[in-house]
């Protein structure tokens, strides 16, 4: 097992594209074009579900003023050729390779839950406004570190959106508008205050989606001056003009307050 039968030869030495990360702006990050041999990827691609026609208990489905869109539960719906990736991308290997690239002090650590990770999908009409994700593992005490994204959408239109921008803590302007095309791999520091989204409203074809697979990287341990709090989750952050307030309704104070559990057991007595 090499790490260079899935990553492509140009870029297996992450010591040499460490200055690249380092001095990126706003914050530590890197754009790989062609990071994964393209016969794997594509096979993730020709395998990728829609994730729309999975229940609930494999699937987060985000539908509010922040987020709409799709993101896999853990391992169970990856796809073979998904999983085959899974292996090289949570190894040893990787964990190496990535302190390389980021000169990160602490041991990295893998996630064997994907928590928040795996498959994500936005499907035309969703978006996810601009956030700092949240720095500890909702399992593990564990402090996360980087984000890996891996977009597989062949034949992108720009005029669609999608992209993800990456911001400063003044929020005035996107520092970096990356399109997710298909090959395109964004790795980047997570800290409490690297803002980052696709915030604009998705505008591609039905038939057509925005999809990514998304890997999140730990440490037990990380500089103190990376964050606001102790622990928190995911901050978003809203640009000029912008108003996340939801509206409160019936409806959403009773699934916040009654048991899912329950709620199924009387709509099955209601039928």
Not at 232 to 256: A, N, P, Y
Request: proline fraction near 5%; glycine fraction near 4%; include cysteine.
């Amino acid at each position: 097992m090499e790490l260079n039968d899935v990553i492509n030869e140009q870029w297996i030495d992450a010591k040499s594209l460490a200055s690249i990360y380092s001095h990126a702006a706003p914050f530590p990050h890197i754009v790989i074009e062609n990071f994964i041999k393209e016969d794997l990827l594509k096979r993730v691609l020709l395998e990728f579900p829609d994730l729309s026609k999975f229940k609930d208990t494999v699937i987060h489905k985000y539908n509010n003023s922040r987020e709409i869109k799709l993101a896999g539960k853990g391992m169970q719906v990856l796809s073979p050729a998904a999983l085959e990736l899974n292996t090289y991308l949570q190894s040893d290997l990787m964990m190496n390779w990535l302190k390389d690239l980021t000169s990160i002090e602490e041991p990295l650590i893998s996630d064997p839950y994907l928590s928040g990770g795996g498959y994500h999908e936005i499907k035309t009409g969703g978006f996810l406004k601009v956030h700092a994700d949240f720095n500890k593992h909702p399992q593990l005490n564990l402090d996360r570190r980087l984000n890996l994204l891996i977009y597989l959408n062949e034949n992108w239109k720009d005029e669609w959106g999608g992209a993800l921008q990456l911001f400063d803590k003044n929020m005035e302007k996107a520092i970096q508008t990356i399109y997710p095309r298909f090959n395109t791999a964004v790795i980047f520091t997570t800290t409490s205050y690297t803002y980052h989204g696709h915030p604009d409203t998705l505008t591609c074809p039905e038939n057509r989606s925005r999809k990514s697979l998304a890997y999140y990287y730990f440490s037990t341990g990380r500089p103190q001056n990376e964050i606001s709090n102790k622990q928190h989750s995911t901050l978003f952050k809203e640009r000029k003009g912008e108003s996340f307030k939801d509206s409160v309704t019936f409806k959403s104070i009773i699934k916040e307050i009654i048991p899912p559990i329950f709620i199924k057991v009387v709509k099955r007595l209601l039928k």
